[in-house]
Structures are given as structure tokens and as C-alpha cells.
């Protein structure tokens, strides 16, 4: 199952590159493609829920937000191309907006 997630880079400390893109869900729902890489949701972490299965980098993944607060600290998001247009129609339901490839949250 395909659906649009938040996640955000955190291996280098508590703040990281944010993006919002499409991922590719486990049947279990306990791992995520994302990017080329398989994240794995973590039991426990300190600022992160999930980890890359190759490399063991963290990760914070979660649902994005309709109000666009999904970074813990505020700075920049990064939306992919190919999830541009549902995100700003059907998720912030700001159809005009979808022209927008970065936000600050």
C-alpha cells in the first residue's frame, strides 16, 4: 500500500532534512520503502521512530499534518514531485498552494 508520509533525516542529531513523499508500506506495517532505502520502525528511540534496515541511520516518520507542523523544531520541508499535488489538495486542502515544492513549518 502506497501513501504519503512526513520523514526526516536525523542520524546527524535532532534536526534533519524533512520531506514529504509517497512510501510504500510492508504488509505488516512495521517497514517502509522510501527513497530507495527500507525504513524499520523502531520499539523505542530518542527523537526518532525508525531506522534505515542497511545503513542504521534514524529516522522520524509520521502521517503529515493537515496544519503543516510536521517538523518538532520548524524549518524548511521539501514536498517530491510526485506528491506535490495530492498533498496540497487533499492533505493541507490548499489547492492554491500545489505550485509550492518547499513550506516552512
Same mark, same amino acid.
Given at each position: 500500500?502506497?501513501?504519503?508520509?512526513?520523514? $526526516?533525516?536525523?542520524? $546527524?542529531g535532532i534536526e534533519g532534512p524533512g520531506r514529504i513523499g509517497w512510501v510504500e508500506l510492508s504488509k505488516s506495517g512495521r517497514s517502509f520503502l522510501y527513497g *530507495?532505502?527500507?525504513? $524499520? #520502525?523502531? #520499539?523505542?528511540g530518542f527523537k526518532h521512530n525508525c531506522? @534505515?534496515?542497511?545503513?542504521?541511520?534514524?529516522?522520524?516518520s509520521s502521517g503529515p499534518k493537515k496544519n503543516g507542523r510536521d517538523r518538532?523544531? *520548524?524549518?524548511?520541508? $521539501?514536498? @517530491?514531485? @510526485?506528491?506535490?499535488v495530492q498533498y496540497w489538495t487533499e492533505i493541507r486542502n490548499t489547492p492554491e498552494s500545489v505550485h509550492l515544492t518547499t513550506y516552512r513549518c
Amino acid at each position: 500500500m502506497k501513501r504519503i508520509m512526513y520523514i $526526516e533525516y536525523k542520524a $546527524e542529531g535532532i534536526e534533519g532534512p524533512g520531506r514529504i513523499g509517497w512510501v510504500e508500506l510492508s504488509k505488516s506495517g512495521r517497514s517502509f520503502l522510501y527513497g *530507495g532505502k527500507r525504513l $524499520e #520502525k523502531t #520499539k523505542s528511540g530518542f527523537k526518532h521512530n525508525c531506522f @534505515d534496515v542497511e545503513t542504521g541511520e534514524s529516522y522520524w516518520s509520521s502521517g503529515p499534518k493537515k496544519n503543516g507542523r510536521d517538523r518538532l523544531y *520548524g524549518g524548511i520541508v $521539501e514536498v @517530491d514531485e @510526485d506528491a506535490r499535488v495530492q498533498y496540497w489538495t487533499e492533505i493541507r486542502n490548499t489547492p492554491e498552494s500545489v505550485h509550492l515544492t518547499t513550506y516552512r513549518c
